[in-house]
C-alpha cells in the first residue's frame, strides 16, 4: 500500500515473489474484485462467493500466503462475507458502501 501511495511498482519480479514464497509469504492485495450488485439474490451471491473463493485457492495453490487484504464493495458483499467469518474487517466506510478485510 505504501508503494501505491508513493507511486512505486506493486509488482514483484518473479524473483522476488519467489524469495518472499520461500520466507514468510507473499501478501496479496485485491482491489475492485466484486461481483456487480443487485443483480444476484441472496442464494446467488453465496454461491458466487463461493465459486470465487475456489478459483481464487486454484490459482494461489502452492504459494506461501502471508497476508490477503481485500477491498470490499457494496452492502450485500459486506454482509455475505460478515457472515462467512473468513475474513477479519479493519476497515468499514459506511458512506462508501466499502470495507477492507485480512
Known amino acids: 500500500m505504501a508503494s501505491l501511495a508513493h507511486g512505486a511498482s506493486v509488482l514483484l519480479q ?3 515473489v519467489g524469495a518472499a514464497n520461500a520466507g514468510d509469504g507473499v501478501d496479496i492485495v485485491s482491489l475492485m474484485g466484486s461481483w456487480r450488485q443487485r443483480r444476484l439474490n441472496r442464494d446467488e451471491l453465496g454461491e458466487m ?3 470465487s473463493a475456489e478459483s481464487f485457492f486454484h490459482v494461489y495453490r502452492g504459494y506461501r500466503l502471508h497476508r490477503f487484504l481485500q477491498e470490499i464493495n457494496g452492502p450485500e ?13 479493519i476497515g468499514r466506510y459506511a458512506e462508501l458502501d466499502r470495507a477492507t478485510a485480512l
Open 77 to 89: 458483499e459486506i454482509e455475505t462475507l460478515t457472515e462467512s467469518k473468513i475474513f477479519r474487517f
Open 14 to 16: 518473479h524473483e522476488q
Open 49 to 51: 462467493s463461493g465459486v
